[in-house]
């Protein structure tokens, strides 16, 4: 599943490809699980936009649209003109595309047209002859348009500050890796991330926020931050796998250090790590090294 830096790798290596081009149309399939707004609205959204921008807003990818030409402020100076175009919801002027990958989900920029994969919910032709697509086999991932400003809520980890986080963080009951999946707090942590933040910052998953010192908080955020950036930056030379249609690749890797190391023994002291289900996830710590 992708977690935060592979979707923000995701969303760098799309906005190298796609932005400045058109969508001059769209096909969507008839599944409708993958579609959180109607297929009609996505459609009509996207189709004759421009792509401005693509980004990451916690595990999800925004496109950010405009209609081109921009109508400049002359053309659409009278309020009977500007409510009419907002009457008009998500297809006037400006929208935005958010896609969730889910579990499987992927976006592939095919040049040129290939072969439709099975699986592919969504093709968006480009002006330029190319094809944006969407292709999730287990179609968890989420299509939805909106006209502006979508907040996915919390707080991006890679911009909290300390203080910001001490606050989130600090005097919770809940165990602490919980706190750090909660998207409510900090959006778009996952469960490796956690993990392997904890191991760095050597607290274990079950302790409560509540319970950790300010100094066990700060280790925390400063291995949130290094883990984070970490693992975007091994991405960044792999973007292509991702969004090429030919890229079949898995996900690069952080090496982790503890996620997914149940019984081998821990890169520093050698002890077996251990693994706690947790809120129904499962959760990897070094019994020695994480107190
Ligand atoms: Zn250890």
């Known amino acids: 599943m992708p977690e935060l830096p592979e979707v923000e790798t995701i969303a760098r290596g799309l906005d190298k490809r796609v932005t400045g081009d058109a969508i001059d149309s769209v096909w969507i399939g008839s599944r409708r699980q993958p579609l959180k707004s109607p297929a009609a609205e996505i459609a009509t959204t ?89 292709i999730d086999p287990r179609m968890f991932g989420k299509l939805s348009v909106h006209a502006s400003g979508f907040d996915p809520g919390g707080v991006e980890p890679l911009e909290v500050g300390e203080e910001q986080f001490l606050t989130l963080f600090g005097g919770r009951k809940t165990p602490i890796k919980s706190a750090l999946l ?46 984070l950036r970490e693992a975007i930056a091994l991405g960044g030379s792999s973007i292509s796998d991702y ?17 997914g190391r149940e019984g081998e023994p821990c890169l520093v002291c050698r002890t077996p790590v251990k693994r706690v289900v947790l809120g129904g996830r499962s959760s990897h710590y070094c019994p020695k090294c994480q107190k």
């Open 243 to 259: 969004v090429d249609a030919d890229g079949e690749e898995g996900f690069f890797q952080l090496q982790h250090r503890v996620y």
């Open 182 to 227: 909660n998207q409510k707090l900090l959006r778009g942590v996952g469960n490796i991330y956690a993990d392997e933040s904890l191991f760095r910052a050597g607290i274990r998953p079950r302790r409560r926020a509540a319970s950790l010192t300010r100094e066990n908080l700060r280790r925390l955020y400063r291995s949130v931050q290094e883990v």
């Open 46 to 134: 996207l189709a004759g936009k421009r792509i401005v921008r693509v980004q990451r807003a916690g595990k999800h990818i925004v496109f950010d649209l405009e209609r081109g030409p921009v109508p400049n402020s002359q053309t659409i100076a009278k309020k009977s003109a500007l409510r009419k175009a907002a009457d008009k919801g998500p297809t006037l002027a400006k929208a935005q595309w958010i896609v969730h990958l889910g579990m499987t989900g992927r976006m592939v920029v095919t040049d040129p047209p290939a072969e439709v994969a099975k699986h592919t919910h969504l093709i968006a032709k480009l002006a330029s002859g190319r094809e944006l697509r969407f």
